[in-house]
Protein backbone atom coordinates (compact mmCIF):
# COMPACT_ATOMS: atom_id res chain seq x y z
CA UNK A 1 0.00 0.00 0.00
CA UNK A 2 1.28 3.62 -0.85
CA UNK A 3 1.95 6.08 2.14
CA UNK A 4 2.87 9.22 2.93
CA UNK A 5 6.54 10.45 3.48
CA UNK A 6 5.07 12.97 5.76
CA UNK A 7 9.09 14.33 5.93
CA UNK A 8 9.35 15.34 2.26
CA UNK A 9 8.25 18.88 2.90
CA UNK A 10 10.93 19.42 5.57
CA UNK A 11 13.60 21.47 4.16
CA UNK A 12 16.37 20.60 6.79
CA UNK A 13 16.19 16.56 6.00
CA UNK A 14 19.79 14.98 5.17
CA UNK A 15 21.40 14.37 1.57
CA UNK A 16 20.67 10.62 1.79
CA UNK A 17 17.37 11.29 2.58
CA UNK A 18 16.61 14.01 -0.08
CA UNK A 19 18.35 11.35 -2.54
CA UNK A 20 15.98 8.91 -1.07
CA UNK A 21 12.93 10.47 -2.16
CA UNK A 22 13.39 10.85 -5.48
CA UNK A 23 14.72 6.72 -5.43
CA UNK A 24 14.07 4.11 -3.30
CA UNK A 25 17.11 2.25 -2.37
CA UNK A 26 15.31 -0.93 -3.41
CA UNK A 27 15.61 0.22 -7.04
CA UNK A 28 18.86 -0.76 -6.98
CA UNK A 29 18.39 -4.30 -7.94
CA UNK A 30 17.06 -2.66 -11.12
CA UNK A 31 20.16 -1.22 -12.17
CA UNK A 32 22.35 -3.90 -11.13
CA UNK A 33 22.28 -5.93 -14.30
CA UNK A 34 22.98 -2.68 -16.28
CA UNK A 35 25.76 -2.33 -13.99
CA UNK A 36 26.91 -5.89 -14.65
CA UNK A 37 26.79 -5.70 -18.23
CA UNK A 38 28.84 -2.39 -18.71
CA UNK A 39 31.29 -2.55 -15.69
CA UNK A 40 32.36 -0.82 -12.48
CA UNK A 41 33.22 2.35 -14.49
CA UNK A 42 29.97 2.82 -15.51
CA UNK A 43 28.38 3.36 -12.01
CA UNK A 44 28.24 7.02 -11.08
CA UNK A 45 30.21 7.11 -7.76
CA UNK A 46 27.14 8.93 -6.54
CA UNK A 47 25.33 5.58 -6.73
CA UNK A 48 27.66 3.52 -4.66
CA UNK A 49 25.70 3.69 -1.37
CA UNK A 50 22.39 2.03 -2.60
CA UNK A 51 24.26 -0.64 -3.11
CA UNK A 52 23.85 -1.53 0.73
CA UNK A 53 20.36 -2.08 0.17
CA UNK A 54 20.75 -5.04 -2.03
CA UNK A 55 23.33 -6.27 1.03
CA UNK A 56 26.90 -4.92 -1.03
CA UNK A 57 29.25 -2.72 0.03
CA UNK A 58 32.29 -1.90 -1.63
CA UNK A 59 35.33 -2.69 0.14
CA UNK A 60 38.70 -1.15 1.05
CA UNK A 61 39.51 0.80 -1.16
CA UNK A 62 36.60 1.34 -2.86
CA UNK A 63 37.85 2.90 -6.29
CA UNK A 64 39.00 -0.92 -6.79
CA UNK A 65 35.62 -2.04 -6.99
CA UNK A 66 35.35 -5.42 -5.35
CA UNK A 67 32.12 -5.52 -2.67
CA UNK A 68 31.24 -7.34 0.33
CA UNK A 69 28.12 -9.07 0.37
CA UNK A 70 26.02 -9.99 3.49
CA UNK A 71 23.69 -12.25 3.23
CA UNK A 72 20.32 -12.77 5.46
CA UNK A 73 19.82 -15.95 7.17
CA UNK A 74 16.81 -15.30 9.56
CA UNK A 75 17.59 -16.84 12.66
CA UNK A 76 20.73 -18.48 11.59
CA UNK A 77 18.99 -21.74 9.99
CA UNK A 78 20.41 -22.63 7.07
CA UNK A 79 19.88 -26.28 5.13
CA UNK A 80 21.79 -28.22 3.43
CA UNK A 81 21.11 -26.72 0.17
CA UNK A 82 21.57 -23.39 1.20
CA UNK A 83 25.29 -24.65 2.92
CA UNK A 84 26.32 -25.78 -0.51
CA UNK A 85 24.86 -22.90 -2.61
CA UNK A 86 26.73 -20.22 0.17
CA UNK A 87 29.81 -22.34 -0.30
CA UNK A 88 30.06 -22.42 -3.72
CA UNK A 89 29.38 -18.49 -4.38
CA UNK A 90 32.38 -17.94 -1.81
CA UNK A 91 34.46 -20.53 -3.84
CA UNK A 92 33.36 -19.47 -7.42
CA UNK A 93 33.65 -15.66 -6.43
CA UNK A 94 34.46 -14.94 -2.53
CA UNK A 95 38.44 -15.69 -2.68
CA UNK A 96 37.39 -18.69 -0.30
CA UNK A 97 36.49 -16.11 2.72
CA UNK A 98 33.41 -17.46 4.53
CA UNK A 99 32.64 -15.24 7.54
CA UNK A 100 29.87 -15.49 10.13
CA UNK A 101 28.80 -12.31 11.43
CA UNK A 102 27.55 -11.09 15.07
CA UNK A 103 23.87 -10.75 12.94
CA UNK A 104 23.59 -14.85 12.12
CA UNK A 105 24.41 -13.58 8.41
CA UNK A 106 27.07 -14.92 6.29
CA UNK A 107 29.30 -12.25 4.38
CA UNK A 108 31.45 -12.80 1.30
CA UNK A 109 34.26 -10.57 -0.15
CA UNK A 110 36.27 -9.73 -3.54
CA UNK A 111 32.92 -9.37 -5.30
CA UNK A 112 32.59 -7.63 -8.89
CA UNK A 113 29.72 -6.08 -10.48
CA UNK A 114 29.63 -8.71 -13.36
CA UNK A 115 29.37 -11.79 -10.67
CA UNK A 116 26.49 -9.88 -8.97
CA UNK A 117 23.54 -11.06 -11.09
CA UNK A 118 24.44 -14.79 -10.71
CA UNK A 119 25.38 -14.75 -7.15
CA UNK A 120 21.51 -13.44 -7.26
CA UNK A 121 20.47 -15.90 -9.08
CA UNK A 122 21.76 -18.86 -6.98
CA UNK A 123 20.68 -17.49 -3.54
CA UNK A 124 17.43 -17.09 -5.05
CA UNK A 125 17.68 -20.94 -6.45
CA UNK A 126 18.22 -21.20 -3.32
CA UNK A 127 15.39 -19.63 -1.18
CA UNK A 128 18.49 -16.99 -0.09
CA UNK A 129 18.53 -13.37 -0.54
CA UNK A 130 20.65 -10.32 0.59
CA UNK A 131 18.42 -7.74 0.02
CA UNK A 132 17.65 -5.17 2.97
CA UNK A 133 21.44 -7.14 4.89
CA UNK A 134 22.65 -3.20 4.85
CA UNK A 135 21.01 -0.12 4.12
CA UNK A 136 18.13 1.78 5.68
CA UNK A 137 16.05 -1.25 5.85
CA UNK A 138 14.86 -3.96 8.29
CA UNK A 139 18.14 -5.50 8.25
CA UNK A 140 18.39 -9.54 8.88
CA UNK A 141 16.06 -10.84 12.04
CA UNK A 142 18.26 -12.42 14.42
CA UNK A 143 16.58 -15.33 16.42
CA UNK A 144 17.41 -18.48 18.59
CA UNK A 145 19.79 -20.68 16.69
CA UNK A 146 18.23 -23.81 18.14
CA UNK A 147 14.71 -22.38 17.24
CA UNK A 148 12.58 -25.51 16.99
CA UNK A 149 14.91 -27.79 18.98
CA UNK A 150 15.69 -26.28 22.25
CA UNK A 151 14.47 -27.97 24.93
CA UNK A 152 14.51 -24.21 27.35
CA UNK A 153 12.68 -22.23 24.49
CA UNK A 154 8.48 -21.51 25.23
CA UNK A 155 7.97 -22.15 21.82
CA UNK A 156 9.19 -22.43 18.16
CA UNK A 157 9.53 -19.68 16.93
CA UNK A 158 11.03 -20.58 13.40
CA UNK A 159 7.91 -19.08 11.60
CA UNK A 160 7.24 -16.40 13.19
CA UNK A 161 10.60 -14.88 11.84
CA UNK A 162 10.24 -16.39 8.53
CA UNK A 163 6.69 -14.87 8.50
CA UNK A 164 8.28 -11.41 9.74
CA UNK A 165 11.41 -11.66 7.54
CA UNK A 166 9.60 -12.42 4.27
CA UNK A 167 6.76 -9.56 4.61
CA UNK A 168 9.43 -6.84 5.17
CA UNK A 169 11.68 -8.15 1.79
CA UNK A 170 11.70 -6.32 -0.92
CA UNK A 171 8.66 -4.19 0.47
CA UNK A 172 8.98 -0.86 -0.46
CA UNK A 173 6.37 1.06 1.69
CA UNK A 174 9.31 -0.34 4.60
CA UNK A 175 12.86 0.04 2.92
CA UNK A 176 12.88 3.95 3.48
CA UNK A 177 13.55 4.07 6.92
CA UNK A 178 15.52 6.71 9.19
CA UNK A 179 18.51 4.74 9.15
CA UNK A 180 19.13 0.40 9.91
CA UNK A 181 16.56 -1.10 11.51
CA UNK A 182 17.75 -3.87 13.83
CA UNK A 183 14.79 -6.93 15.32
CA UNK A 184 15.30 -10.08 17.26
CA UNK A 185 12.75 -12.58 17.80
CA UNK A 186 13.69 -15.03 20.37
CA UNK A 187 12.17 -17.69 22.97
CA UNK A 188 15.28 -19.08 24.42
CA UNK A 189 15.04 -18.17 27.93
CA UNK A 190 18.83 -17.20 28.09
CA UNK A 191 18.60 -14.36 25.60
CA UNK A 192 20.69 -16.14 22.94
CA UNK A 193 19.62 -13.49 20.13
CA UNK A 194 21.23 -10.37 22.66
CA UNK A 195 17.26 -8.34 23.11
CA UNK A 196 19.22 -5.75 24.63
CA UNK A 197 21.14 -4.70 21.66
CA UNK A 198 18.42 -4.47 19.11
CA UNK A 199 16.06 -1.61 17.87
CA UNK A 200 13.32 -4.25 18.32
CA UNK A 201 13.57 -7.29 20.96
CA UNK A 202 10.35 -9.85 21.32
CA UNK A 203 11.73 -11.77 24.15
CA UNK A 204 10.10 -14.57 25.55
CA UNK A 205 7.46 -13.99 28.73
CA UNK A 206 4.40 -15.59 30.15
CA UNK A 207 0.67 -14.31 31.03
CA UNK A 208 -2.33 -15.29 32.78
CA UNK A 209 -5.40 -14.66 30.28
CA UNK A 210 -8.46 -15.88 31.17
CA UNK A 211 -7.41 -18.00 33.81
CA UNK A 212 -5.00 -19.63 31.80
CA UNK A 213 -1.61 -19.09 31.32
CA UNK A 214 -0.01 -18.06 27.52
CA UNK A 215 3.15 -18.01 26.33
CA UNK A 216 3.97 -15.55 24.36
CA UNK A 217 6.57 -12.52 24.29
CA UNK A 218 7.53 -9.01 26.06
CA UNK A 219 9.13 -5.97 23.90
CA UNK A 220 11.80 -4.28 24.33
CA UNK A 221 12.75 -1.14 22.05
CA UNK A 222 15.63 1.33 21.35
CA UNK A 223 18.75 -0.49 21.81
CA UNK A 224 21.60 0.01 19.41
CA UNK A 225 25.38 0.04 19.75
CA UNK A 226 28.20 2.44 17.52
CA UNK A 227 29.41 5.46 19.49
CA UNK A 228 26.32 6.60 21.78
CA UNK A 229 24.96 3.05 22.53
CA UNK A 230 21.78 2.52 24.09
CA UNK A 231 20.00 -0.48 25.88
CA UNK A 232 16.32 -1.26 25.01
CA UNK A 233 13.79 -0.28 27.18
CA UNK A 234 10.66 -2.49 27.99
CA UNK A 235 7.30 -1.58 26.66
CA UNK A 236 4.30 -2.67 29.57
CA UNK A 237 2.31 -5.28 26.53
CA UNK A 238 2.30 -8.73 25.95
CA UNK A 239 2.07 -10.24 22.75
CA UNK A 240 0.71 -13.74 21.82
CA UNK A 241 2.96 -15.47 18.59
CA UNK A 242 0.38 -14.59 16.44
CA UNK A 243 0.19 -10.79 16.93
CA UNK A 244 4.21 -10.74 16.10
CA UNK A 245 3.46 -9.54 12.70
CA UNK A 246 1.17 -6.83 13.31
CA UNK A 247 2.98 -5.91 16.10
CA UNK A 248 6.45 -5.81 14.20
CA UNK A 249 4.87 -3.71 11.50
CA UNK A 250 3.07 -1.45 13.67
CA UNK A 251 6.77 -0.97 15.13
CA UNK A 252 8.51 -0.32 12.08
CA UNK A 253 5.71 2.48 11.16
CA UNK A 254 6.26 4.51 13.77
CA UNK A 255 10.51 4.37 12.98
CA UNK A 256 9.36 5.41 9.57
CA UNK A 257 6.93 8.00 10.08
CA UNK A 258 8.32 9.41 13.45
CA UNK A 259 12.14 8.81 13.21
CA UNK A 260 14.50 11.48 13.02
CA UNK A 261 15.98 11.99 9.33
CA UNK A 262 17.43 15.68 9.49
CA UNK A 263 20.77 14.78 11.20
CA UNK A 264 21.61 10.93 10.10
CA UNK A 265 23.61 10.27 13.39
CA UNK A 266 20.40 10.78 15.27
CA UNK A 267 18.37 8.31 13.25
CA UNK A 268 18.38 5.39 14.72
CA UNK A 269 15.30 4.55 16.70
CA UNK A 270 17.11 4.62 19.81
CA UNK A 271 17.14 8.05 19.82
CA UNK A 272 13.18 8.40 19.10
CA UNK A 273 12.74 5.43 21.94
CA UNK A 274 14.89 7.83 24.35
CA UNK A 275 12.96 11.15 23.83
CA UNK A 276 9.56 9.58 24.03
CA UNK A 277 10.22 6.67 26.89
CA UNK A 278 8.23 3.27 27.00
CA UNK A 279 4.92 5.07 28.10
CA UNK A 280 4.68 7.19 25.06
CA UNK A 281 6.01 4.49 22.81
CA UNK A 282 3.57 2.21 23.95
CA UNK A 283 0.43 4.81 23.70
CA UNK A 284 1.40 5.00 19.98
CA UNK A 285 1.69 1.62 19.26
CA UNK A 286 -1.60 0.77 20.59
CA UNK A 287 -2.59 3.67 17.80
CA UNK A 288 -2.15 0.77 15.55
CA UNK A 289 -2.88 -2.63 17.26
CA UNK A 290 -6.05 -1.92 19.27
CA UNK A 291 -5.73 -3.04 23.29
CA UNK A 292 -3.46 -4.69 24.44
CA UNK A 293 -2.71 -6.76 27.51
CA UNK A 294 -0.27 -5.10 30.03
CA UNK A 295 3.50 -6.82 30.41
CA UNK A 296 3.54 -10.43 32.12
CA UNK A 297 6.13 -12.70 33.52
CA UNK A 298 9.05 -12.09 32.47
CA UNK A 299 10.63 -15.82 31.26
CA UNK A 300 14.28 -14.67 30.15
CA UNK A 301 16.94 -16.02 32.67
CA UNK A 302 20.58 -15.67 32.63
CA UNK A 303 22.14 -14.59 29.20
CA UNK A 304 24.06 -16.90 27.89
CA UNK A 305 26.22 -14.84 25.52
CA UNK A 306 25.12 -16.58 22.18
CA UNK A 307 27.56 -19.62 22.79
CA UNK A 308 26.42 -23.11 22.86
CA UNK A 309 29.49 -25.23 22.83
CA UNK A 310 30.01 -29.02 23.12
CA UNK A 311 26.85 -31.78 22.96
CA UNK A 312 23.12 -30.87 24.05
CA UNK A 313 20.15 -32.82 23.96
CA UNK A 314 17.30 -31.41 21.74
CA UNK A 315 14.01 -31.15 22.42
CA UNK A 316 13.39 -34.57 20.42
CA UNK A 317 14.18 -37.38 21.65
CA UNK A 318 16.97 -39.59 20.77
CA UNK A 319 18.48 -36.66 19.14
CA UNK A 320 20.99 -33.73 19.94
CA UNK A 321 22.95 -30.62 18.76
CA UNK A 322 26.08 -29.83 18.40
CA UNK A 323 27.63 -26.23 19.11
CA UNK A 324 31.48 -25.44 17.22
CA UNK A 325 33.88 -22.58 17.56
CA UNK A 326 34.78 -20.63 14.57
CA UNK A 327 37.86 -18.61 15.58
CA UNK A 328 36.69 -15.13 14.73
CA UNK A 329 33.75 -16.32 12.51
CA UNK A 330 36.11 -16.90 9.76
CA UNK A 331 35.92 -19.87 7.74
CA UNK A 332 36.98 -21.44 3.89
CA UNK A 333 35.30 -22.55 1.49
CA UNK A 334 36.30 -26.11 1.90
CA UNK A 335 35.67 -26.25 5.22
CA UNK A 336 31.87 -25.32 4.71
CA UNK A 337 31.36 -27.80 1.73
CA UNK A 338 33.31 -30.25 4.21
CA UNK A 339 30.77 -29.24 6.82
CA UNK A 340 28.01 -29.60 5.25
CA UNK A 341 28.76 -33.16 3.86
CA UNK A 342 28.99 -33.61 7.52
CA UNK A 343 25.87 -32.46 8.72
CA UNK A 344 24.06 -34.41 6.02
CA UNK A 345 26.06 -37.55 7.50
CA UNK A 346 25.06 -37.42 10.28
CA UNK A 347 22.12 -34.86 10.70
CA UNK A 348 19.89 -33.61 8.35
CA UNK A 349 22.47 -31.50 6.57
CA UNK A 350 21.47 -28.38 8.76
CA UNK A 351 24.10 -25.84 9.88
CA UNK A 352 22.99 -23.08 12.20
CA UNK A 353 25.14 -19.94 12.66
CA UNK A 354 25.34 -18.25 15.94
CA UNK A 355 25.45 -14.12 16.87
CA UNK A 356 29.31 -14.89 18.61
CA UNK A 357 29.91 -16.04 15.09
CA UNK A 358 30.22 -19.74 15.38
CA UNK A 359 27.77 -22.41 14.05
CA UNK A 360 25.60 -25.72 15.03
CA UNK A 361 25.26 -29.05 13.53
CA UNK A 362 21.84 -30.29 15.24
CA UNK A 363 19.24 -33.20 14.64
CA UNK A 364 22.18 -35.43 15.44
CA UNK A 365 20.96 -38.94 15.99
CA UNK A 366 23.06 -39.87 19.58
CA UNK A 367 24.47 -43.19 18.10
CA UNK A 368 26.50 -40.83 16.02
CA UNK A 369 27.73 -37.80 18.29
CA UNK A 370 31.44 -39.62 18.36
CA UNK A 371 31.65 -40.62 15.13
CA UNK A 372 30.63 -36.75 14.37
CA UNK A 373 33.50 -35.30 16.84
CA UNK A 374 36.12 -37.43 15.35
CA UNK A 375 36.06 -35.91 11.46
CA UNK A 376 39.51 -34.31 10.93
CA UNK A 377 37.82 -30.73 10.34
CA UNK A 378 36.72 -30.63 14.10
CA UNK A 379 40.15 -30.22 14.95
CA UNK A 380 39.93 -26.50 14.38
CA UNK A 381 36.44 -26.08 14.43
CA UNK A 382 36.52 -27.34 17.99
CA UNK A 383 33.05 -28.34 20.37
CA UNK A 384 36.09 -27.24 22.95
CA UNK A 385 37.75 -24.05 22.05
CA UNK A 386 40.63 -23.29 24.07
CA UNK A 387 38.89 -20.06 26.77
CA UNK A 388 39.91 -17.12 24.86
CA UNK A 389 39.46 -18.04 21.21
CA UNK A 390 36.56 -19.70 22.34
CA UNK A 391 35.03 -16.08 23.41
CA UNK A 392 36.78 -13.97 20.99
CA UNK A 393 34.52 -12.16 18.42
CA UNK A 394 36.08 -9.59 15.83
CA UNK A 395 34.56 -7.63 13.03
CA UNK A 396 36.09 -7.16 9.40
CA UNK A 397 38.39 -4.48 10.16
CA UNK A 398 40.49 -2.47 8.12
CA UNK A 399 41.71 -5.79 5.82
CA UNK A 400 37.88 -4.61 3.65
CA UNK A 401 35.40 -2.08 5.47
CA UNK A 402 36.40 1.45 4.75
CA UNK A 403 35.32 2.51 8.51
CA UNK A 404 37.85 0.49 10.22
CA UNK A 405 40.73 2.23 11.23
CA UNK A 406 42.78 -0.54 12.23
CA UNK A 407 43.42 -4.49 11.61
CA UNK A 408 41.21 -6.54 13.62
CA UNK A 409 40.51 -10.31 12.43
CA UNK A 410 43.63 -11.88 12.23
CA UNK A 411 45.17 -9.91 15.04
CA UNK A 412 42.54 -11.03 17.61
CA UNK A 413 42.51 -14.53 16.55
CA UNK A 414 46.76 -14.08 17.21
CA UNK A 415 46.24 -12.55 20.46
CA UNK A 416 43.52 -14.98 21.72
CA UNK A 417 45.67 -17.84 20.89
CA UNK A 418 49.02 -15.93 22.50
CA UNK A 419 46.72 -15.81 25.89
CA UNK A 420 45.80 -19.59 25.95
CA UNK A 421 49.13 -20.45 25.71
CA UNK A 422 50.40 -18.71 28.62
CA UNK A 423 47.55 -18.37 31.23
CA UNK A 424 44.70 -20.46 32.52
CA UNK A 425 41.39 -18.90 34.12
CA UNK A 426 38.56 -21.11 35.93
CA UNK A 427 36.22 -18.56 33.96
CA UNK A 428 35.41 -17.67 30.37
CA UNK A 429 36.78 -13.88 29.67
CA UNK A 430 34.69 -12.57 26.59
CA UNK A 431 36.73 -9.87 24.50
CA UNK A 432 35.46 -8.50 21.25
CA UNK A 433 37.85 -5.99 19.43
CA UNK A 434 36.12 -3.43 16.59
CA UNK A 435 37.37 -1.52 14.03
CA UNK A 436 35.56 1.57 14.87
CA UNK A 437 32.94 3.52 16.97
CA UNK A 438 30.56 1.61 14.88
CA UNK A 439 31.20 -1.55 16.94
CA UNK A 440 30.19 -4.08 14.47
CA UNK A 441 32.16 -6.52 16.78
CA UNK A 442 29.67 -5.58 19.62
CA UNK A 443 32.66 -4.46 22.09
CA UNK A 444 30.19 -2.67 24.54
CA UNK A 445 28.86 -5.98 25.72
CA UNK A 446 32.35 -7.85 26.02
CA UNK A 447 33.79 -8.11 29.19
CA UNK A 448 36.67 -7.00 27.60
CA UNK A 449 36.05 -4.30 24.69
CA UNK A 450 39.09 -3.37 22.20
CA UNK A 451 38.17 -0.44 20.21
CA UNK A 452 40.61 0.62 17.44
CA UNK A 453 42.05 3.96 17.20
CA UNK A 454 45.21 6.16 15.40
CA UNK A 455 47.57 7.71 17.20
CA UNK A 456 50.69 9.50 16.79
CA UNK A 457 53.66 7.57 18.56
CA UNK A 458 56.82 9.34 19.69
CA UNK A 459 58.43 9.38 16.13
CA UNK A 460 55.27 11.60 15.28
CA UNK A 461 54.11 8.46 12.83
CA UNK A 462 50.63 7.14 13.29
CA UNK A 463 50.43 3.65 14.33
CA UNK A 464 47.29 1.23 15.15
CA UNK A 465 46.38 1.62 18.71
CA UNK A 466 43.47 -0.01 20.85
CA UNK A 467 41.06 2.12 23.62
CA UNK A 468 40.39 -0.37 26.51
CA UNK A 469 36.60 -1.21 27.92
CA UNK A 470 35.86 -3.31 30.57
CA UNK A 471 32.78 -4.90 31.90
CA UNK A 472 29.64 -5.72 29.68
CA UNK A 473 26.83 -7.43 30.26
CA UNK A 474 23.62 -8.62 28.93
CA UNK A 475 22.53 -10.55 32.12
CA UNK A 476 19.99 -8.38 34.36
CA UNK A 477 18.83 -6.11 31.54
CA UNK A 478 22.33 -5.21 30.27
CA UNK A 479 25.41 -2.75 31.29
CA UNK A 480 27.75 -1.80 28.42
CA UNK A 481 32.18 -1.82 29.56
CA UNK A 482 33.32 1.56 30.56
CA UNK A 483 36.66 3.29 29.62
CA UNK A 484 39.69 2.87 31.01
CA UNK A 485 42.85 5.44 30.30
CA UNK A 486 45.09 4.84 28.21
CA UNK A 487 46.11 3.79 24.38
CA UNK A 488 47.89 0.97 23.36
CA UNK A 489 49.89 0.37 20.59
CA UNK A 490 48.54 -2.54 18.72
CA UNK A 491 51.79 -4.56 18.74
CA UNK A 492 51.99 -4.76 22.49
CA UNK A 493 48.23 -5.45 22.86
CA UNK A 494 49.03 -9.54 23.68
CA UNK A 495 51.51 -8.56 26.35
CA UNK A 496 49.19 -5.65 28.02
CA UNK A 497 46.33 -8.17 28.05
CA UNK A 498 48.03 -11.03 29.23
CA UNK A 499 49.44 -8.92 32.09
CA UNK A 500 46.53 -7.43 32.86
CA UNK A 501 44.18 -10.97 32.72
CA UNK A 502 47.87 -11.79 34.78
CA UNK A 503 46.46 -9.83 37.69
CA UNK A 504 42.76 -10.67 37.20
CA UNK A 505 43.68 -14.35 37.85
CA UNK A 506 45.83 -13.30 41.01
CA UNK A 507 43.59 -11.36 42.41
CA UNK A 508 39.79 -12.76 41.99
CA UNK A 509 37.71 -15.10 43.94
CA UNK A 510 37.44 -18.62 43.13
CA UNK A 511 34.77 -19.19 40.21
CA UNK A 512 34.66 -15.39 39.84
CA UNK A 513 33.27 -14.11 36.70
CA UNK A 514 35.07 -10.79 35.19
CA UNK A 515 31.96 -9.01 35.58
CA UNK A 516 31.49 -9.51 39.61
CA UNK A 517 35.33 -9.38 39.66
CA UNK A 518 35.41 -5.55 38.50
CA UNK A 519 32.23 -4.70 40.71
CA UNK A 520 33.78 -6.19 43.62
CA UNK A 521 37.36 -4.43 43.14
CA UNK A 522 36.15 -1.29 41.24
CA UNK A 523 37.55 0.53 38.23
CA UNK A 524 39.67 2.92 40.16
CA UNK A 525 42.23 -0.47 40.99
CA UNK A 526 42.06 -1.76 37.30
CA UNK A 527 42.68 1.67 36.00
CA UNK A 528 45.91 1.82 38.75
CA UNK A 529 47.14 -1.69 37.26
CA UNK A 530 46.74 -0.56 34.02
CA UNK A 531 48.91 2.35 34.06
CA UNK A 532 51.64 0.37 36.13
CA UNK A 533 51.45 -2.07 32.75
CA UNK A 534 51.97 0.90 30.82
CA UNK A 535 54.63 1.83 32.63
CA UNK A 536 56.41 -0.79 32.53
CA UNK A 537 56.25 -1.19 28.91
CA UNK A 538 57.14 2.08 28.53
CA UNK A 539 54.96 1.60 25.34
CA UNK A 540 51.71 3.59 26.02
CA UNK A 541 51.01 5.99 23.25
CA UNK A 542 49.00 8.91 24.91
Request: some cysteine.
Amino acid sequence: MAYEKAWADNPKINKTEQKKLVKDGLKIFDDIPIYAQNGFSSIPKEEWDSFKWAGLYLQRPKEDGYFMMRVNVPSGILSYEQVITLANICKDYGRNVFDITTRQAIQFHWLTIEQIPDIFRRLEAAGLSSAGACGDITRNIIGNPIAGIDPHELFDTTQIVKEVYEFFQHNEDFSNLPRKYKMSISSNVNNSAHAEINCVAFTPAYKVIDDKEIAGFHIKIGGGLSSRPFLAQPLDVFIEPHQVKEAAIAITTIFRDYGYREKRHLARLKFLMADWGPEKFKEKLLEYTGPLPSKGKDALKKWNGGYFYGVHPQKQEGLSYVGFNVPVGRLHADEVLELAEIAKKYGDGEIRTCNSQNLIIPNVHNRHVESLLQESLFKRITTQPLSFIGHSVSCTGIEYCNLALVETKERMRRIAENLDQRITLDVPVRIHMVGCPNSCGQRQIADIGLQGVLLKNKDKKMVQAFEIYVGGTLDDGGKFNEKLKGKFHGDLLAEVLFRFLTFFKDTKLPSETFFDYINRLGLEQLQLELDRIADELEEKVS
